[in-house]
């Protein structure tokens, strides 16, 4: 008699195709490679001494001490173009957090496994990991400070070395995937596009501006 044919799952098991296979070792080797370079992850990891000052690099690029600082300048400034530059600050951060939130919530991954929740105020998405919001908030002020802010070149060079620690500090404490941190390095890159392609000014959001 005829065997019977196998169920299309297992037949994809069976055969599985080229971008199949690749994929999967890519997600294996970011998994390795996220999991050797969590040294941070928890006091008895490798480097768990750097926990704390790891810690701290996290909350500097957290979006709640942005936003609220983003915030209280745009309220003590007294310049129509320093309120012009907060103002649309405050836009690109908020449209991250949207942008980052509804990411995160469609691919719904999993943070790493080693990683501690002890994270500073975390909302109900923050249970997934892709794509890291410190990084794409990292990318995003990077962009904007360096664009925007007329700085000397040692502090412009601190600005991007900022960027990356806070970026690296993620698959150090565990709390991401490298593939997490580097989707969100391009995310926040491009999301600054969006902004400078959206600047508000006194010509196109007048009742904005009348606000402040």
């Not at 249970?127 to 040692?154: D, E, I, N, Q």
Request: some cysteine; overall charge positive; aromatic content about 8%.
């Amino acid at each position: 008699a005829a065997a019977a044919p196998l169920p299309e799952e297992d037949c994809m098991k069976l055969n599985p195709s080229f971008l199949g296979i690749a994929l999967r070792s890519l997600l294996a080797i970011d998994l390795w490679a996220s999991k050797r370079l969590g040294v941070c992850a928890g006091e008895d990891s490798a480097w768990g001494s750097a926990r704390p000052l790891m810690k701290v690099v996290e909350v500097s690029g957290h979006g709640i001490p942005w936003l609220l600082g983003t915030f209280y300048g745009l309220c003590q400034s007294d310049s129509s173009a320093a309120r012009e530059v907060l103002l649309n600050l405050l836009f690109a951060l908020l449209l991250d957090l949207v942008l980052v939130a509804v990411v995160k919530g469609l691919v719904k991954r999993r943070r790493p496994t080693h990683n501690k929740m002890d994270m500073f105020v975390t909302i109900s998405v923050d249970k997934y990991s892709f794509p890291s919001g410190h990084a794409t908030r990292a990318a995003l002020v990077c962009r904007f400070v360096l664009r925007h802010l007329v700085l000397a070149v040692p502090l412009r060079v601190l600005v991007v070395l900022w960027a990356l620690i806070v970026s690296v500090s993620r698959v150090m404490l565990g709390r991401h995937n490298m593939t997490d941190v580097l989707f969100g390095l391009l995310l926040g890159y491009a999301l600054y596009s969006v902004v400078e392609y959206c600047w508000l000014s006194p010509l196109s959001a007048p009742a904005l501006f009348a606000l402040w």
